[in-house]
C-alpha cells in the first residue's frame, strides 16, 4: 500500500483503528485474568501473517511491529499489536474463558463483542472483507457507505455490550441492535 492512501481509505483506516482500540480494550478486561498465566497462548504465527500481508491492516497497525517468522507478532506480554489484527484474533475467545461466564447473555455478549471489529469490514471491499483487499486497486473499490453503515451499527453496539458486561441488563432495543452483530441465543 502506498505511504499516503486515497484521502477516503485514510478516514476509514483511522475510524476502524480507534475503533478497534476501543474493542480491544473491553476484550483486554475481560480476557487478560485468563491470558497473562496461560501456558498455550491462542495466537499462531499463520494468523499474524494475516495482519502482515494485509494493506489495509498494515496500514492500520502502521507496520511499528516487526513480524517474526516463529513467533509472529506474539510477545511476552502477549500480542504485539494494539491495531491491525486480524479479525479472527478478535473473535477466538477460549474455552475457559467462554466456559466461566455466567450465563448464555454472558457468553452471547462476549461472542458479539470479539466480531464487532470483523463485523465493521464485512463485504465492504467488492463483497469480500477489508482485510482481503490484498493491493491499491483492492482498496479504491472499498464500499465507502457499507463500511460506514456497519461502522455505525458497530458503534451503537459498543457500549450497550460495555453496560451488559458491566452491569448485566439488555432490553428489547439492545438485543435488536446485538442481533444485527449475531444471531441471538434463545430467550
Not at 111 to 123: E, Q
Amino acid at each position: 500500500m502506498n505511504p499516503t492512501p486515497l484521502p477516503e481509505i485514510a478516514v476509514i483506516v483511522e475510524q476502524y483503528r480507534s475503533f478497534e482500540l476501543r474493542v480491544g480494550r473491553l476484550m483486554q478486561e475481560i480476557c487478560v485474568p485468563f491470558c497473562k498465566g496461560c501456558r498455550t497462548p491462542c495466537c499462531r504465527v499463520g494468523i499474524c501473517r494475516e495482519a502482515q500481508e494485509s494493506p489495509f491492516l498494515q496500514a492500520v497497525h502502521g507496520a511499528i511491529q516487526g513480524f517474526d517468522v516463529r513467533h509472529g507478532y506474539l510477545g511476552c506480554n502477549g500480542c504485539k499489536l494494539t491495531t491491525g489484527r486480524p479479525p479472527v484474533c478478535h473473535a477466538f475467545v477460549c474455552n475457559l474463558i467462554v466456559s466461566s461466564q455466567p450465563s448464555d447473555w454472558h457468553r452471547y455478549a462476549i461472542d458479539c463483542l470479539g466480531n464487532l471489529v470483523g463485523f465493521v469490514g464485512k463485504k465492504a471491499c467488492n463483497g469480500r472483507h477489508l482485510v482481503e483487499a490484498l493491493t491499491d486497486d483492492d482498496l479504491r473499490k472499498v464500499n465507502i457507505r457499507q463500511f460506514g453503515r456497519q461502522l455505525e451499527i458497530a458503534e451503537t453496539a459498543l457500549p450497550i455490550l460495555e453496560a451488559f458486561l458491566n452491569h448485566g441488563e439488555l432490553d428489547d432495543h439492545a438485543i435488536s441492535v446485538l442481533a444485527l452483530i449475531r444471531k441471538c441465543p434463545s430467550s
